[in-house]
């Protein structure tokens, strides 16, 4: 039997899209007849959406300390393959990141295991502070050494793709590089709308990329159009605890339409599905446009649930407008309310984006296409 270590940054009870991208890889591979296992740091156990899929786990003080840990129980576990799943903060590392990854993935390709590395961030941008200027610089000599030390190497947008082959130049001319997007975390249900009402939203962690500002905009307009639209905020979207999150507390109350906005608090991934799949439409106001490296983004599409989002830096070729995606000409509540009620006004419209994103997803990024492609 094919026998396949995942390793992750975290995983459950940890909120951690990468962990749970894991976790629904694994549970394909397990319905393929794939011996698969997670390993990763301390806390984490079984996956309620995936209780048979082993779960390893070690105390990491420090990455490099959780990293040495790791690497004994999988050479004890013998994998024929591992799946590397790489953010720059492995195992607990600040932004700046560590080498732990590249201990790992070096000490397993020794041992004879075929290492398939999936890149779902890169590094961090030039930027003027030393530290950070500093922590981008290790962290693209780090990336040369994954490359280096993996069998595959896979990226989950197109324009990453091209960035990692121009750092890597003729290092990367014998390696192979490849374009994965990222699956869906929740499996997606069929949609649930109700006839007659107008309900947008969208499911999301709390992060500088994700413009509740523009979302909360928008609907202030999309609200004053339609006077029964309502707004779901699908998941923990911010914390008292945080500058940021009290700031998205306090506009949402001075919203002229706070009456009509919902925010549903932390769910189960079924719940998650079944709220989205109520949706009308799926607002994605993000800086890097509709992009494959999101793991929110797919659901909506698999519940046929019309999307509205930008064309960004990192959008892939896959995504036609008024195909399977609308896009707002401009990343701010304008834009998104235009193309929001241009869409509510042309049902046959909506309709068409409906139907071509579940072809989208069924096609590019449900798992049953996505697992067989990691382990190409």
Known sequence: MRRVAIIAPNYHPTVCGVGDHSMRLASELVGRGVDVAIFTREPAEPHPEAPSVQVFSVPAPTPLVGALRLIRILRAWRPQEAILQYTPPMLGASQHGSSAALLIATALAQTGVRVTIVAHELHLPWLRRPDLLAAAAFQRVLLLGLVAAADRFIVTTESRLEELRRLCRGLARHRRIDVVPVGSNVAPLDARRQPGRLRVGQFSSFNVSKRFDVLLDAFARIAAAVPTAELWLIGQVGSDASRRGRGLRAAIASHPAVDRIKITGRLSLPEVAASVASLSLYLFPMDTGATTRSGTLPLPLGSSVPVVATRGRETSSLFVPDENVVFADS??????????????????????????????????????VIAPAILS
């Open 331 to 368: 990343l701010t509540g304008e834009g998104f309310a235009r193309a929001t009620l241009r869409l509510t006004s042309d049902p046959q419209l909506a309709k068409r984006v409906a139907e071509g994103g579940r072809r989208l997803y069924e096609q590019h990024l449900s798992w049953r």
